[in-house]
């Protein structure tokens, strides 16, 4: 006989459930156009409504209670304070996730910076993570194939984000040529792969940070 498949009953099984779910949701919403996102506030917004309505779903107890909400504050980020895109908690067992999204188009241009802005909010997911969330993903989306593939020179070869490099953890990256992030420097901890999913022309990013 087969057993019933049921909705994990671990708080910390169940968060990752359900951001995983939400990604996959939004990603078909966003192929098949269901909503017009043309830059970061809507896919933010878009984002974080699938995932209070899945979020919802997943309270399977009484004293389940699931929150979203949008830049949230946290202090001592590398000493300062930083807003958070979206957080979502089961704060009735203790579990939290921090999520920080970027949407680069081709035409905006400005990749040197983009892929500079990548790297700070994941090292600031991490940073979140070591002090008051249990969890955290980065999630992109561009049109530009310049984030994707190797550089030959420049920026895209000390920020590398090309599909299938490896962050090497605890080395400290930074570009002081680069005009408006001269003095930007990071430190991931973790081993990142940057692996690229594509669909047509435009590719989506997943960093996953904690359990």
Same mark, same amino acid.
């Given at each position: 006989m087969i057993p019933v498949e049921l909705i994990p009953h671990d708080h910390s099984d169940r968060l990752n459930q359900v951001v995983d779910q939400a990604w996959h949701i939004f990603q078909s919403h966003f192929i098949y156009k269901r909503h017009p996102i043309l830059?970061?506030?809507?896919?933010?917004?878009?984002?974080?409504?699938?995932?209070?309505?899945?979020?919802?779903?997943?309270?399977?107890?009484?004293?389940?209670?699931?929150?979203?909400?949008?830049?949230?504050?946290?202090?001592?980020?590398?000493?300062?304070?930083?807003?958070?895109?979206?957080?979502? &908690?089961?704060?009735?067992?203790?579990? &939290?996730?921090?999520?920080?999204l970027k949407f680069k188009t081709a035409q905006q241009g400005a990749q040197d910076h983009g892929r500079i802005d990548a790297y700070v909010d994941i090292e600031a997911v991490e940073l979140v993570c070591d002090s008051q969330f249990t969890l955290g993903r980065f999630f992109m989306i561009t049109d530009s194939?310049?984030?994707?593939?190797?550089?030959?020179r420049g920026v895209g070869t000390v920020f590398c984000m090309h599909d299938g490099f490896q962050v090497t953890p605890g080395q400290e990256?930074?570009?002081?040529? &680069?005009?408006?992030?001269?003095?930007?420097?990071?430190?991931?901890?973790?081993?990142?792969?940057?692996?690229?999913?594509?669909?047509?022309?435009?590719y989506f990013l997943e960093i996953c940070v904690g359990d």
């Amino acid at each position: 006989m087969i057993p019933v498949e049921l909705i994990p009953h671990d708080h910390s099984d169940r968060l990752n459930q359900v951001v995983d779910q939400a990604w996959h949701i939004f990603q078909s919403h966003f192929i098949y156009k269901r909503h017009p996102i043309l830059k970061e506030a809507p896919f933010q917004h878009h984002f974080a409504n699938i995932l209070s309505a899945l979020g919802s779903l997943y309270c399977v107890e009484r004293s389940d209670i699931f929150f979203v909400d949008l830049e949230t504050r946290c202090e001592g980020v590398k000493g300062k304070s930083k807003y958070v895109d979206i957080t979502c &908690s089961f704060p009735n067992a203790n579990v &939290s996730c921090a999520i920080e999204l970027k949407f680069k188009t081709a035409q905006q241009g400005a990749q040197d910076h983009g892929r500079i802005d990548a790297y700070v909010d994941i090292e600031a997911v991490e940073l979140v993570c070591d002090s008051q969330f249990t969890l955290g993903r980065f999630f992109m989306i561009t049109d530009s194939s310049v984030y994707v593939n190797p550089s030959q020179r420049g920026v895209g070869t000390v920020f590398c984000m090309h599909d299938g490099f490896q962050v090497t953890p605890g080395q400290e990256i930074a570009c002081p040529q &680069s005009k408006g992030r001269e003095t930007v420097v990071v430190q991931l901890k973790n081993a990142h792969v940057f692996e690229w999913q594509q669909h047509g022309g435009w590719y989506f990013l997943e960093i996953c940070v904690g359990d």
